[in-house]
């Protein structure tokens, strides 16, 4: 499976919004509601943020959602924090049991 | 609470093996599957293999199959993956993760695996 799309950097200010894309294909993301994101920090190991599409675990900011539309997922990061600055992955369940991540995009909290 | 330390990494030469290992605790290590996912230098992650929680299904990425194989030991809560005809390419932090439903939650601070001559 190739990765799945995502926009290399998305930047925003205090306090706005943004939204990052992960779009892949009927054989991952549009099969399956099994998507997740994870939010990365210089030298760290990922965090899970969202799962299953839309669902955070405990301890999560409700500043993060997750949606989808057939073969393209979406993170929003509301109320922009500058502690949001990292890189976001995107990862989907796909056919034949494996799994995919997306490139990754680094956010910017100018 | 759950914690994943891997061990194992180091610097090998193209062709040769090595073995890494996860060792896990603060969950019911036999109730879940695990994960194998790396990450190169400056590049994004990259799924490398999954078994599931008692060991009996395993499945991988093209781009290690055939050569590398991961297993578990589930009375002693550590999980493995053997690593043959390594290539420079194979050059990466690997993450050993714990997986929810069907995707890693849980990731371990990673150990670096050099694939040098």
């Known amino acids: 499976h190739s990765a799945l799309t995502q926009p290399a950097s998305v930047s925003g200010s205090p306090g706005q919004s943004v939204t990052i894309s992960c779009t892949g294909t009927s054989s991952d993301v549009g099969n399956y509601n099994y998507v997740s994101w994870y939010q990365q920090h210089p030298g760290k190991a990922p965090k899970l943020i969202i799962y299953d599409v839309s669902h955070r675990p405990s301890g999560v900011s409700n500043r993060f959602s997750g949606s989808k539309s057939g073969n393209t997922a979406s993170l929003t990061i509301s109320g922009l924090q500058t502690e949001d600055e990292g890189d976001y992955y995107c990862?989907?369940?796909?056919?034949?049991?494996?799994?995919?991540f997306g490139g990754g995009t680094k956010l910017a909290v100018l | 609470q759950v914690q994943l330390v891997e061990s194992g990494g180091g610097v090998v030469q193209p062709g040769r093996s090595l073995r890494l290992s996860c060792a896990a605790s603060g969950f019911t290590f036999g109730s879940f599957g695990m994960h194998w996912v790396r990450q190169a230098p400056g590049k994004g992650l990259e799924w490398v293999a999954v078994i599931s929680y008692d060991g009996s299904e395993e499945y991988y990425a093209d781009s290690v199959k055939g050569r590398f194989t991961i297993s578990r030991d589930n009375s002693k809560n550590r999980l493995f993956l053997q690593m043959n005809s390594l290539r420079r390419e194979d050059t990466a932090m690997y993450y050993c993760?714990?997986?929810?439903?069907?995707?890693?939650?849980?990731w371990g601070q990673g150990t670096r695996v050099t694939v040098s001559s």
């Open positions: 990862s989907s369940y796909a056919n034949g049991f494996t799994r995919v």
């Open positions: 993760a714990k997986e929810m439903l069907v995707l890693p939650d849980y």
